[in-house]
């Protein structure tokens, strides 16, 4: 994101994050500020990846969905495999790291295999 304001709330939530507060309702307003940059950069999949994230937080209580795998197997990933029981914070931290900095092409490809969990999640 090049928008200060989105910074400094992604900042704000990993350190939140790293000090063991993971308080879902503060994280969906932030991510829902974020979005609204968003909005205005212009970029949709960055979009899409905030509302499903905010969305799946508070569904679930928790951030379900793994890292997205680095290859698929056999020619096709199948995203059950990147779910989880239990709150995966190691991968909720990489999501805010893609969003934190979009000029790196795998950061944007790895944020569409996460709109892709998310679905496949719901």
Known sequence: MENKYA?????KIQKNVLQGKFNI????????KIREYSLEEQNPIVTK???????????NDAF???????EPIDGEETASENFSTENNIESFEYFLSLIFDLSMKNNVLDLKEYNKAFVAFS
């Open 25 to 32: 309702e503060e994280i969906v307003t932030d991510l829902k």
């Open 64 to 70: 379900l969905i793994g890292i997205p795998d680095d």
């Open 49 to 59: 990846a905030l509302r499903l994230a905010y969305e799946h937080l508070e569904e």
């Open 7 to 11: 910074q400094k709330l992604i900042e």
